[in-house]
């Protein structure tokens, strides 16, 4: 199964379906659970970690013979690092758990709705992803797992408190709830840094297209909730769906006006990305999302030429952004690539994509 998720573009989140999905690419629902009796991965030895592996993994097991949807563990390694990187790009796994060590694992549905850590910050990080604005959905997902896993395992757990993290942010649900937003318009007439600040002072955390310490790169951004602690999870799932229709309404509200007064300035945007993306030597992956969004604007507010939707007619946006990764891209071809040879690469790729100019 893992060969499948480490050669497609296609993830749950990427199926461009969900409430506001022309802007909202996911919704994230990340649950943070600890064995009690164990010490926290910060804290922990291989043997300890290796029984934590153990543990979960026979839980996984025993609940798949209950669920009709199976789960599939995966020690991280076994897995080469450039499928590790893979599960990275898709969002499926962080930053730090990719890197290596011993007794790391993951545990996948196979449609990678699910996707849980092991042994990441805390010994058990349970995920799931819906395209659009699906929180609600995707929380009813997490919860009964949750409950099937807590069936077979003793959480480290308060009556006071809640449940217990590694980090102090998470204690209490352990819950962090995020979306994935597209906000061209609001980055393009210079509101981004204003919106997001307010953000801040409303408890809410804005990070690049990975998470935490990653870069905000073709207008992709992540919005989630900062505190756990003394809130529950419906009031936390309930003011992040009414923050992000905001951030929804804000965004429509500026490309209208986009539209109406730089209608010619994006529709020849749209032009020069189109243009690019066909004909380009040389693309890194920085620049091929930017002309993506560039592309993607120009789509949702109806700027393309008949022969520009003829050719856009298939293209689906979030896989676009999988395509566009480096590991992925050296999936693809098939072979180790320096950077330089990335860039060429992802410039074929692309311009098979689009339809590379004749003559």
């Known amino acids: 199964m893992i060969k499948k998720v480490v050669t497609s573009t296609e993830s749950n989140w990427t199926k461009q379906e969900g409430l506001y999905h022309h802007i909202v690419i996911s919704s994230r629902i990340r649950l943070a659970r600890n064995l009690a009796k164990l010490p926290m991965p910060a804290f922990q030895d291989e043997s300890s970690a290796f029984t934590v592996l153990e543990k979960v993994k026979?839980?996984?097991?025993?609940?798949?013979?209950?669920?009709?949807?199976?789960?599939?563990?995966?020690?991280?390694?076994?897995?080469?690092?450039?499928?590790?990187?893979?599960?990275?790009?898709?969002?499926?796994?962080?930053?730090?758990?990719?890197?290596?060590?011993?007794?790391?694992?993951?545990i996948l549905s196979q449609d990678e709705s699910i996707c849980i850590m092991i042994n990441e910050e805390d010994h058990l990080r349970i995920q799931v992803f819906m395209p659009g604005l699906q929180l609600d959905k995707a929380w009813g997902t997490a919860d009964r797992l949750d409950d099937e896993l807590e069936s077979q395992l003793e959480y480290a757990f308060d009556k006071q408190i809640g449940y217990l993290t590694c980090c102090p942010t998470n204690v209490g649900t352990g819950l962090r709830a995020s979306v994935m937003l597209h906000l061209p318009a609001l980055v393009l007439t210079q509101q981004v840094g204003k919106?997001?600040?307010?953000?801040?002072?409303?408890?809410?955390?804005?990070?690049?297209?990975?998470?935490?310490?990653?870069?905000?790169?073709?207008?992709?951004?992540?919005?989630?909730?900062?505190?756990?602690?003394?809130?529950?999870?419906?009031?936390?799932?309930?003011?992040?769906?009414?923050?992000?229709?905001?951030?929804?309404?804000?965004?429509?509200?500026?490309?209208?006006?986009?539209?109406?007064?730089?209608?010619?300035?994006?529709?020849?945007?749209?032009?020069?990305?189109?243009?690019?993306?066909?004909?380009?030597?040389?693309?890194?992956?920085?620049?091929?999302?930017?002309?993506?969004?560039?592309?993607?604007?120009?789509?949702?507010?109806?700027?393309?030429?008949?022969?520009?939707?003829?050719?856009?007619?298939?293209?689906?946006?979030?896989?676009?952004?999988?395509?566009?990764?480096?590991?992925?891209?050296?999936?693809?071809?098939?072979?180790?690539?320096?950077?330089?040879?990335?860039?060429?690469?992802?410039?074929?790729?692309?311009?098979?994509?689009?339809?590379?100019?004749?003559?």
């Open 58 to 106: 026979k839980a996984a097991e025993t609940i798949n013979r209950q669920r009709k949807e199976q789960l599939y563990f995966y020690q991280l390694s076994e897995l080469p690092a450039l499928e590790r990187q893979i599960l990275l790009e898709k969002h499926l796994i962080s930053p730090e758990h990719r890197e290596e060590g011993p007794n790391k694992g993951i």
């Open 195 to 359: 919106v997001f600040r307010s953000l801040g002072q409303l408890g809410f955390a804005v990070r690049g297209l990975y998470g935490e310490g990653t870069e905000a790169i073709g207008n992709l951004y992540q919005v989630s909730n900062q505190v756990t602690l003394g809130k529950s999870e419906a009031e936390i799932l309930q003011n992040l769906t009414e923050l992000t229709g905001q951030l929804v309404d804000k965004e429509e509200e500026t490309r209208k006006w986009l539209r109406k007064e730089w209608s010619a300035q994006l529709k020849d945007r749209v032009g020069r990305a189109l243009g690019i993306l066909q004909n380009a030597a040389i693309l890194s992956s920085q620049e091929a999302l930017q002309l993506i969004s560039d592309v993607k604007i120009g789509m949702d507010l109806g700027l393309l030429s008949d022969k520009q939707k003829a050719l856009l007619k298939d293209v689906n946006h979030s896989e676009l952004i999988v395509l566009a990764q480096p590991a992925f891209v050296q999936r693809v071809t098939g072979r180790q690539l320096e950077a330089a040879e990335r860039d060429q690469a992802r410039a074929e790729l692309f311009a098979q994509k689009f339809g590379a100019a004749q003559g």
